[in-house]
């Protein structure tokens, strides 16, 4: 079993900044990808931001510039940088660890990162 945990979130004012972090337990998956999801209330989980281990990464185009993914691959750690936060980034954000882009298998609980107006 993989355990991701979550540590960061808080309440922010808008224009402020937050630093998430997620450590994995282990990587069952030599070539694997990390990456970082948010859900609102009453919308669907979105991608927020992914990262390759061989360091490409894909970014949601609300967050493109403001955000910033990062990870130290020899401590199963992945990193979410927020710049410039907006209300609309108010979210549960959940980390995750997959083969793919499109396949993550692994989940943590989530941060709940609040911005104020």
């Not at 927020?48 to 609300?62: D, E, P, Q, R």
């Not at 967050?63 to 940088?81: C, E, H, M, P």
Request: net charge positive; with cysteine; hydrophobic share 35%.
């Amino acid at each position: 079993q993989v355990q991701l945990v979550e540590s960061g979130g808080g309440l922010v004012q808008t224009g402020g900044s937050l630093r998430l972090s997620c450590v994995a337990s282990r990587s069952p998956f030599s070539v694997n990808v990390m990456a970082w999801h948010r859900q609102a209330p009453g919308k669907a989980r979105e991608l927020v931001a992914a990262m390759h281990s061989s360091g490409i990464t894909n970014y949601a185009s609300s967050v493109k510039g403001r955000f910033t993914i990062s990870r130290d691959n020899a401590k199963n750690t992945v990193y979410l940088q927020m710049n410039s936060l907006k209300p609309e980034d108010t979210a549960v954000y959940s980390c995750s660890l997959g083969t793919g882009f499109s396949s993550p298998q692994f989940w943590g609980q989530g941060t709940q990162v609040t911005v104020s107006s």
